[in-house]
């Protein structure tokens, strides 16, 4: 998908091509992977993350755009309550949306992906088991 911004005519834009935006369960975390084909006047980029029964989306973190072009997140704690303890059911909380904003001079990009498919339950387990020795 190839997105070129320009802003009243004024000759800047924000050329950022994404061709990549996934979520996937990987073992008891999600990754969350990108690619841009191009970073013309990208600053960087924030990654956040709701559930479907919430209104807004979580800030998972903010990465500085290198030139590297692929870039992913682990996300540790997707099935985690508000609190930070215990698990969240998946079909409580499920399906999660991810929000991908590209950052830069002009106006920002922002970019959704949802996450497919549920953890086993014995991925669920050991996760609930690791996050009490955290």
Same mark, same amino acid.
């Given at each position: 998908?190839? &997105?070129? &911004?320009?802003? =009243?005519?004024? =000759?800047?834009?924000?050329?950022?091509?994404?061709?990549?935006? @996934?979520?996937?369960?990987?073992?008891? &975390? #999600? !990754?969350?992977?990108?690619?841009? /084909?191009? $970073?013309? /006047?990208? @600053?960087?980029? $924030?990654?956040?993350?709701?559930? *479907?029964? $919430?209104?807004?989306?979580?800030?998972?973190?903010?990465?500085? +755009?290198?030139? %590297?072009?692929?870039?992913?997140?682990? /996300?540790?704690? #997707?099935? !985690?309550? +508000? =609190? =930070?303890?215990? @698990?969240?059911?998946?079909? *409580?909380?499920?399906?999660?949306?991810? !929000?991908?904003?590209?950052?830069?001079?002009?106006? /920002? %990009?922002?970019?959704?992906?949802?996450?497919?498919?549920?953890?086993? *339950? #014995?991925? !669920?387990?050991?996760?609930?088991?690791?996050?009490?020795?955290?």
């Amino acid at each position: 998908m190839a &997105v070129l &911004v320009v802003l =009243g005519g004024m =000759g800047t834009a924000l050329a950022a091509t994404l061709t990549l935006f @996934t979520a996937a369960h990987n073992g008891t &975390v #999600v !990754r969350v992977e990108w690619e841009v /084909d191009t $970073e013309t /006047d990208v @600053t960087g980029f $924030e990654l956040a993350r709701k559930a *479907a029964t $919430e209104s807004t989306y979580t800030v998972m973190t903010n990465v500085t +755009a290198n030139g %590297q072009r692929r870039y992913q997140y682990l /996300d540790a704690n #997707v099935y !985690r309550t +508000a =609190g =930070g303890t215990g @698990t969240a059911a998946p079909s *409580a909380g499920g399906p999660f949306t991810y !929000r991908l904003t590209v950052l830069g001079p002009g106006p /920002d %990009q922002s970019y959704l992906t949802v996450l497919a498919g549920t953890p086993s *339950a #014995v991925q !669920r387990s050991w996760g609930t088991i690791k996050s009490m020795f955290r």
